[in-house]
C-alpha cells in the first residue's frame, strides 16, 4: 500500500501486513482455504483411470500445506481430515465407501493424517512467525518514521496525523483518534466508526502525554494481539514525544545561553566603546571648564576632541540600532545611482582626525560607472573598515583603498599592514557580537552591520590576505538596479576563497 509523505518529503511505502489475526477472524476465507485444495485434489477422481493413490496422496498433502498457508493452522487441520476422507472414499479399494480391506492401506491412511496434520501445523506456525517478524519490523518503521519527523521540526500535528493514518493502513483498522498535549484537538485518520473503540493511554514517566483509539471492524471486538500491537504504539508515541519535548527545552536552553552570551558580548563591547569616548569627553569639558589661561588652539583641540568623541558614541549607538534592524529584517537601502569615488573620499576627510597623519593610498580604477546605492549605508561600510583598519594597525602604518568596476559590478577593497585574519575567523568575523583572536576590544557589530548592507545591495563581502601582509576586506556591488534574488552572504564567500 502507498500513501504520500507530506510536502518536501521523500514519498513511504509501506506493505499492507498479512497479519495472524486477519486470517483467523476471516471464517469465509478459511472455509475456501480448507475445502477448495482438497476438492480440487478430489477432482482426479472425475476419470475412470485416476493416478497412483501415492501420487494422489502426495497432491493432498500438498493441498494440505497450501490451505495452512492461505488460512492458517484450523483451516490447515480441517484440509487435512477432509484429505484423509476423499482419499479413502474415491482413492482406496473399495471405492465409494469408508471401509478400509487391507490393513496396509489404514496404516497408510493413518501416516498420511499424521504427515498431513504435522506439516500444516510446522507450516502455519512458520507464517504466524513470518507475521509477526514483518508487523515488528512495521511498527519499528512507523515508529522511527515519527520519532524522525518529531525531531526534524515538522510541526506535530501533521506528523500525528500521518502516523494515525499509517496505523489506519497498515494494521487495517478502520478509524484511529490520536490525542496529545501537543495538539488542540483529536488527530483523526480514516472512516467514522461505531462501536467502542480500543483506549490506549500513552504515558512516560507516569505522566500522561497522550492517547490512541482504534476503531476496527464493527463485527468483531479487537483480538488480543491487536490490543498489545496498540500499546505497543501508544509506548513509542509517548518515547518520541517526550525525545521531542526534551530537545525543544534543550534548544531552548541552548537559545538562552546564546542569548547570555550574546548580551554579555555586548556589555563588554559597548561598555569599552562607551566608556573611553565618555571619559575623553568629561576630561576635555572639565579642562574647559575648571581651566585658566587656554589659548584658542588649546580650546579648539579640546572642543574637536569632544567632537570625535561623541561622533564615536553616535556610531557606537547607530550600529546597535542597525543591528536591531537587521534582526528585524527592516535593514532595506534606498539606491541612487552614486559614484562611488566621492563616497570614498567623503569618508576619507571626515576620518582625517582618526588617521593621525597615516598615509592613505587611494585609487580608483578607469571607467567606473555609477553604483545604485544607499549613500549613507555604504559611506557607513567605509567608515566601519576604515575604523577597524585604523584600531587594529600599528600607528603610522598605511592604508590602502582602492575601487575597480567594469558595466556589472564595482569592487571596493580595504588593506592594512596589521596582524591579519586567521582563516579560521574569516567566517565567524561576520557575525554580530563576534571578533576574531587577533582583534582586541570591540563590539564586534562592524564588520556583521556591513556584510548586512552589503548584501541589501545585492552583493557580497570578504577577507583575504594582504601581499603586503595584513588583512584586506573586499565587497562588490552589483551596477544594476534591479533587486537581488539570491545573495551570497560572506560565509559562503570566505569558504571559498
Known sequence: MYYPAPPGRDNVV???????????????????????????????????????????????????????????????????????????????????????????????????????????????????????????ELEARLVNRLATRLLSGEPSERVLEAFARGITEVFDFDRCEIFTSFSSGPLVAGKPATGSPLVVHATSRDQQIGEIRVWSDGRRSLARDEQATVESLATQLALALEGTRLSAEVRKAELEAQANQLKAALFSGVTHDVKTPLAAIMASVTSLIDGRGFSEQERRDHLDTIKQEAERLHRVVNNLLDVARLRAHALVPTRVPSAIDEVMESVINRLRPLLDKRAVDMRIGDDIPEVPMDVVQIDQVLTNLLENAIKFTPPGSPIWLSAVGNDKLVRVTVADRGPGILKEDRTRIFEPFERGQNSGSGTGLGLAISNAIVSAHGGRMWVWDNPLGGAAFTFELPCTSEDPKEVTDARASARGR
Open 14 to 136: 509501506m506493505e499492507r501486513l498479512p497479519l495472524p489475526w486477519k486470517a483467523s477472524s476471516s471464517w469465509r476465507r478459511g472455509m475456501v482455504a480448507a475445502v477448495g485444495p482438497p476438492a480440487a485434489v478430489t477432482l482426479l477422481a472425475i476419470p475412470r483411470e485416476h493416478p497412483p493413490t501415492a501420487v494422489v496422496a502426495v497432491l493432498f498433502v500438498l493441498a494440505v500445506v497450501i490451505a495452512s498457508r492461505l488460512g492458517g493452522a484450523i483451516p490447515g487441520a480441517a484440509a487435512s481430515i477432509l484429505s484423509l476422507l476423499s482419499l479413502n472414499f474415491f482413492f482406496t479399494s473399495p471405492l465409494h465407501t469408508f471401509a478400509v480391506a487391507a490393513p496396509e492401506d489404514l496404516v497408510a491412511l493413518i501416516v498420511f493424517l499424521i504427515v498431513a496434520g504435522v506439516v500444516g501445523l510446522l507450516l502455519s506456525s512458520a507464517v504466524q512467525a513470518e507475521s509477526k517478524a514483518e508487523r515488528r
